[in-house]
T-cell receptor, first 115, second 111 residues
Framework: ETGVTQTPRHLVMGMTNKKSLKCEQH?????MYWYKQSAKKPLELMFV???????ENNSVPSRFSPECPNSSHLFLHLHTLQPEDSALYLC??????????????FGQGTRLTVV | RKEVEQDPGPFNVPEGATVAFNCTYS??????FFWYRQDCRKEPKLLMS???SGNEDGRFTAQLNRASQYISLLIRDSKLSDSATYLC????????????FGKGTTLSVSS
């Protein structure tokens, strides 16, 4: 079982719906990330949290809203999404990032389909 | 210019073959370098870090050329289980940054 758990694994939502993706890490890491993986594209960094503070917002549309209530949990709140937002959303965590070997551990992802 | 560029692939090789993947990165401030592996419909997982002096892990050898901003991965004696997508990854290493991924190169090893 991975140290990073994401729920739900699959989600189908209409463009007017509001839903949330959840990520939980049991590794004691201090940084958490949301990535988006679309077909034929590299993983795109969306948000970075360190010690529960957002330190990076990579020009993500406001229809995606992250929340990090504590160092173990990360949410991605979704509202009024577009069909092109359909993708695999991956959560990751790491212990720090300043140089060195900072391995990121990924959850299994949420496969999101917007209809 | 893309931040991390990789060979487009796919690479289709027979078992036992040696295969090499190349990667270039655009940010000269990049400090850490990795190869991740992603199996079909699974999450990426760290395969190995890449060091300036080059490093080896069993059948896998990684090389880094900072002057050319180039990273490589060599797989010797390919196994069926090596079939996956290999992601080249860099990190600027500054607070507030995260791993930047290439598109990945798909390897298919056949018997």
């Amino acid at each position: 079982e991975t140290g990073v758990t994401q729920t739900p694994r699959h989600l189908v939502m209409g463009m007017t719906n509001k839903k949330s993706l959840k990520c939980e890490q049991h590794l004691g890491h201090n940084a958490m990330y949301w990535y988006k993986q679309s077909a034929k594209k590299p993983l795109e960094l969306m948000f970075v949290y360190s010690l529960e503070e957002r330190v990076e917002n990579n020009s993500v549309p406001s229809r995606f809203s992250p929340e990090c209530p504590n160092s173990s949990h990360l949410f991605l709140h979704l509202h009024t999404l577009q069909p092109e937002d359909s993708a695999l959303y991956l959560c990751a965590s790491s212990q720090g990032w300043a140089g060195g070997d900072t391995e990121a551990f990924f959850g299994q992802g949420t496969r999101l389909t917007v209809v | 210019r893309k931040e991390v560029e990789q060979d487009p692939g796919p690479f289709n090789v027979p078992e036992g073959a040696t295969v090499a993947f190349n990667c270039t990165y655009s940010n000269s401030a990049s400090q850490s370098f990795f190869w991740y592996r992603q199996d079909c419909r699974k999450e990426p997982k760290l395969l190995m870090s890449v060091y300036s002096s080059g490093n080896e892990d069993g059948r896998f050898t990684a090389q880094l050329n900072r002057a050319s901003q180039y990273i490589s991965l060599l797989i010797r004696d390919s196994k069926l289980s090596d079939s996956a997508t290999y992601l080249c990854v860099v990190n600027i290493g500054q607070a507030g940054t995260a791993l930047i991924f290439g598109k990945g190169t798909t390897l298919s090893v056949s018997s």
